[in-house]
């Protein structure tokens, strides 16, 4: 069985543009989160998608947005680009709505660096 | 005060010694997940739990519900197990997770 995956795998980008980064979780997921990690920083939950809507939001601007698919992939976006942003973004699917007693399996994350 | 403190920050050990990480978290998480980072990034989760103990070879992780607090064992540690072992609780009122910083642990042949 295919694991999480993510796409793509680096991005560099510039300040004031626009990255999207793609997400596919394990089949019969139907749950996404995304997370942040900064360098030097630990992981930050940002988004939650079960079932096509957005359940939960971490501590983030709204520049930071995404959508999950009928097909349940997901995409985040991040709009207006801050060098800040350089960061390891992760991917995660559970089977259930996040109740907290599923596991959550983790993509190999996407490397955005903002230039 | 972070949701999920976790002790210590870095740890070194030799092959074959038991290692203990520790974790304590505040109210209102509701379960435990403890998750191993390797150099190239990628998480693998090791445990979930929200009551009693759970072992997979030679990890172990136990919970303490009322003292709110957790530890990951492992026994006859190996260089491969050197990684970032990041304990992480689970909000229920919010439905995400939480993290700790992480504890990076080498272990030395």
């Known amino acids: 069985e295919a694991g999480v995956t993510q796409s793509p795998t680096h991005l560099i980008k510039t300040r004031g543009q626009q990255a999207t980064l793609r997400c596919s979780p394990i089949s019969g997921h139907t749950s996404v989160y995304w997370y942040q990690q900064a360098l030097g920083l630990g992981l930050q939950f940002l988004l939650w998608y079960d079932e096509g809507e957005e359940r939960n939001r971490g501590n983030f601007p709204p520049r930071f947005s995404g959508r999950q698919f009928p097909n349940y992939s997901s995409e985040l976006n991040v709009n207006a680009l801050e060098l800040e942003d350089s960061a390891l973004y992760l991917c995660?699917?559970?089977?259930?709505?996040?109740?907290?007693?599923?596991?959550?399996?983790f993509g190999p994350g996407t490397r955005l660096l903002v230039l | 005060k972070n949701e999920v403190e976790q002790s210590p920050q870095n740890l070194t050990a030799q092959e074959g010694e038991f290692i203990t990480i520790n974790c304590s978290y505040s109210v209102g998480i509701s379960a435990l997940h403890w998750l191993q980072q390797h150099p190239g990034g990628g998480i693998v989760s090791l445990f979930m739990l929200s009551s009693g103990k759970k072992k997979h070879g030679r990890l172990i992780a136990t919970i303490n519900i009322q003292e709110k607090h957790s530890s990951l064992h492992i026994t006859a540690s190996h260089p491969r197990d050197s990684a970032v072992y990041i304990c992480a609780g689970f909000v229920a009122s919010g439905s995400r997770l939480t993290f700790g910083e992480g504890t990076q642990l080498t272990v030395n042949p």
């Open positions: 995660a699917s559970s089977l259930l709505v996040g109740r907290g007693s599923e596991t959550q399996y």
